[in-house]
C-alpha cells in the first residue's frame, strides 16, 4: 500500500485508521516507552490527527501499590468490554489522594491510543493492532521526567527506576513494536521497527532514514 502524502505523523495516523481491528470492533494501539520519552504529547497529537480518538493514560490504571501489577485490572475494566463492543468504564488513580476516584468511560472509538511504561506487554499485545515504541534512551528520558516533575517527586522516582528496570527486563516491549518514534526539533522521526542496528538506548544516527515508513 503506498503511504499518504504529508508529514510522517499524518501518514502514521492514516496507516492506523486502515488496520483490522483487534479488540472488538477497535484497533487499539500502545504507545509504550520509557517515563519522560514523551508518550504523552505524541499520544495527544496522534489523537487530536485520529479525530479526537479516545487515550486510556496507564496513569490512570497504575498505582503507588501496583507501579505494573495491574494487567488483570485492565483487561477486566477495559479490554473485555471493548471486545465486545461495549464502553469500557475504569476507575482513574488520583496520584496525590492515593485513592481510585468514580468510574470513567471509555467508549469503543474506531482507534483508541493506550499510552504509558507498560503499553506493549506481553499480556497486552495479543489485543493491539499497533505498538508505537518512543525511542529515546532511558537515561534522558528519566532526566527529562525528573525535570518534569520537580523536587516532590524526586523520592518517587528513585523507587519507579528500579520498577522500569525491573520490567522491562522482564518484559520488553521494544522488539515487538511495530513503529518507532522519536521527537525531533521539527515533528517526529517514525521508522518501521524494531530497526535491529539501533539498539534500545542508542540514537538514530545520520544514516537512518526517518521517512522509513511503509
Not at 37 to 51: D, I, P, Q, R, V
Not at 56 to 66: G, K, P
Request: glycine content about 10%.
Amino acid at each position: 500500500m503506498r503511504p499518504p502524502e504529508g508529514p510522517l505523523i499524518h501518514r502514521l495516523a492514516a496507516r492506523l485508521r486502515h488496520l483490522p481491528p483487534s479488540c472488538g470492533p477497535v484497533r487499539l494501539v500502545g504507545v509504550d516507552g520509557h517515563a519522560g520519552s514523551g508518550k504523552t504529547t505524541f499520544a495527544g497529537e496522534l489523537a487530536h490527527l485520529l479525530g479526537d480518538a479516545p487515550v486510556l493514560h496507564l496513569d490512570d490504571i497504575a498505582s503507588h501499590d501496583e507501579l505494573f501489577a495491574w494487567t488483570g485490572r485492565l483487561l477486566t475494566q477495559v479490554i473485555e468490554p471493548l471486545g465486545r463492543g461495549a464502553t469500557a468504564h475504569y476507575a482513574p488513580y488520583d496520584w496525590q489522594t492515593r485513592a481510585f476516584g468514580p468510574p470513567r468511560a471509555l467508549p469503543p472509538a474506531p482507534v483508541v491510543l493506550i499510552e504509558g511504561v507498560g503499553a506493549g506487554r506481553r499480556g497486552l499485545r495479543p489485543y493491539l493492532a499497533h505498538l508505537l515504541w518512543m525511542e529515546l534512551p532511558r537515561e534522558e528520558s528519566w532526566t527529562r521526567g525528573r525535570l518534569r516533575d520537580g523536587q516532590e517527586q524526586r523520592a518517587f522516582w528513585s523507587t519507579w527506576v528500579e520498577a522500569e528496570r525491573r520490567h522491562f527486563a522482564e518484559d520488553p516491549s521494544r522488539p515487538f513494536a511495530d513503529i518507532l518514534v522519536r521527537q525531533g526539533r521539527a515533528g517526529y522521526a517514525i521508522r518501521v521497527g524494531p530497526v535491529n542496528t539501533v539498539g534500545p538506548d542508542q540514537k538514530f544516527t545520520q544514516g537512518d532514514d526517518p521517512s522509513a515508513m511503509c
